[in-house]
């Protein structure tokens, strides 16, 4: 009778034990750490490449003759190297804005035929001018989406400035020079446009590869010739320079906003499953 009692109380407290078990508060699952994401806010130097490619729409106008070309087209081609500074600014998980500064070394060399005749003295002569374009800066803004962590596209625009040399004109018939010629060097300024991407290299934190278009559109202006010793000769010539350029840069990046982390899955699931928000 004895054993009875005793085994009937161990049944009884070992199902007394399981209740009271399951009406104790469920253990939350384990945090786990996500891994931090770095930030696209900072400031950065870059330097990289590229080529490009001026065409210049002209004109000439002789009063004295009262003659006027037709408008032609002529361009340069040649190689460039680029270096720049930056800041940008991640407004939002995949947005960001920015500024930046750069200069480009060009020997993008080509010819201006002025026109398909020029007044040379008393006669009219087909005539030419070798033209390269030097360097050029810019000052612009960007606006950049990240379609993934590490990649970003943007678009790009601001103000421009470029300079060119010219060379005394010489006669396309005979190729002799003649005592002509419009301003040696001069400047423009205009407007640009671009895009491009920049890719964060998995091999450094700080680094990333950017390639970038643009297309430059420079002021019109009017290039008085002269002889050599500065007397004008009545041409003046009306020309407008468009540039387009394609470039790859390395750049490094001084990042001062830190890394963004991102919220672990196990965070968001308890946020939803029990209402409480976990940071």
């Given at each position: 009778m004895n054993k009875l009692l005793m085994a009937t109380a161990a049944v009884a407290f070992a199902t007394a034990g399981t209740a009271g078990a399951a009406d104790l508060p469920t253990k939350?699952?384990?945090?786990v750490a996500a891994a931090p994401i770095a930030s696209w806010t900072g400031c950065y130097v870059d330097g990289g490449i590229g080529y490009g490619m001026w065409n210049q729409d002209h004109s000439v106008n002789n009063a004295g003759l009262a003659v006027n070309s037709v408008t032609t087209t002529d361009g340069g081609r040649g190689w460039l190297g680029r270096i720049g500074v930056g800041c940008d600014?991640?407004?939002a998980p995949q947005f960001l804005i920015g500024a930046f500064g750069d200069?480009?070394?060009m020997n993008?060399?080509?010819s201006q035929s002025p026109s398909e005749l020029i007044a040379v003295g008393n006669i009219t002569a087909p005539v030419t001018a070798n033209i390269k374009e030097t360097n050029a800066g810019y000052a612009g803004v960007r606006v950049g989406y990240l379609p993934y962590p590490n990649l970003l596209t943007f678009i790009s625009g601001g103000w421009t400035r470029a300079h060119f040399t010219e060379s005394q004109e010489f006669r396309?018939?005979?190729g002799g020079a003649?005592?002509?010629g419009f301003p040696g060097s001069y400047n423009v300024n205009g407007w640009f446009i671009g895009g491009g991407t920049e890719y964060r290299v998995p091999w450094a934190q700080n680094l990333t590869w950017k390639t970038e278009y643009r297309f430059a559109q420079?002021?019109?202006?009017?290039?008085v010739e002269t002889n050599l010793v500065g007397t004008p000769t009545g041409n003046i010539l009306n020309?407008?320079?468009f540039v387009p350029t394609v470039t790859t840069s390395l750049v490094w990046r001084f990042n001062f906003g830190g890394p963004v982390v991102a919220r672990s899955q196990t965070a968001q699931k308890l946020d939803g499953d029990y209402g409480v928000t976990l940071n």
């Open positions: 939350a699952p384990p945090m600014y991640q407004v200069w480009d070394w993008l060399k080509g396309t018939d005979t003649i005592a002509f420079y002021q019109s202006i009017n290039l020309s407008q320079s």
